[in-house]
């Protein structure tokens, strides 16, 4: 059995995956240096990477800072194109999400020890 040039380019982008990716439709603010703040949309996230819908061009490599309400991610753009008439933009995460809910767990530990000290 043989597979088309778009088949194959479908099974190399599936194997290139090497993270489960979870799809969302999340309301976001993106922060880029020298740049207002933009209104985006993330799109779907894994471990270590993003991939968020913006209304214009973010420049590659760019340090960004994403924010939603509970949600504050640092990270760098990899790529950005046009998708379904809008720019989209793949974002490398600079701590692994695994990490950040570890860090929420250590900080909410540190403030509830703190918490505790002060009452006593």
Excluded at 7 to 33: D, G, M, Q, Y
Excluded at 43 to 52: C, E, I, W, Y
Excluded at 111 to 116: A, G, H, L, P
């Amino acid at each position: 059995m043989t597979q088309t040039k778009q088949e194959s380019a479908v099974t190399l982008t599936l194997e290139r995956r090497t993270e489960p990716r979870v799809k969302s439709i999340l309301p976001i603010f993106l922060r880029t240096p020298n740049a207002h703040p933009m209104e985006a949309c993330l799109l779907d996230v894994s471990p270590h990477g993003a991939r968020l819908r913006v209304p214009e061009p973010v420049q590659v490599g760019a340090s960004v800072r994403i924010e939603a309400r509970d949600l504050l991610l640092f990270g760098s753009v990899k790529w950005c194109s046009v998708a379904h008439g809008a720019h989209e933009v793949g974002i490398s995460l600079s701590l692994p999400l695994e990490m950040l809910e570890e860090l929420q767990k250590l900080n909410a530990a540190l403030s509830m020890d703190v918490s505790s000290k002060r009452a006593t």
